[in-house]
């Protein structure tokens, strides 16, 4: 039992080390021209900039449309570094 506890603190250990990684890490996303989306490993946004020249369109619906999916983008890049990072560091695990 005691053994037990210990894997599960030094699990845990890990975990906190992985979550500290990903907060530090920062993904950018420039995949639609005139919109570039920061995120953290985390999943949390930084920042979102979009260029003037696309606001000076003036066409809402295509500029919405793009930033939902570069944030998309972002959050499925950042979610793909978060499993890349678990699997380094905890090999063991399934599912991962």
Known sequence: M??????LMEMKKQADLI???LDNTIVDVCDIKGIKITVN???SFKAIEIDE???KTGDKNKIE???LLS???AINKSQN?????MKSLMPG???L
């Open 53 to 55: 020249v696309l606001l």
């Open 65 to 67: 449309r793009d930033i």
């Open 41 to 43: 490993g985390s999943q």
């Open 93 to 95: 695990i399934p599912g």
């Open 71 to 73: 944030i998309n983008a």
């Open 2 to 7: 005691f053994d037990q506890m210990k894997k």
């Open 19 to 21: 979550k500290k990684e």
């Open 81 to 85: 570094l978060a499993t890349q990072k």
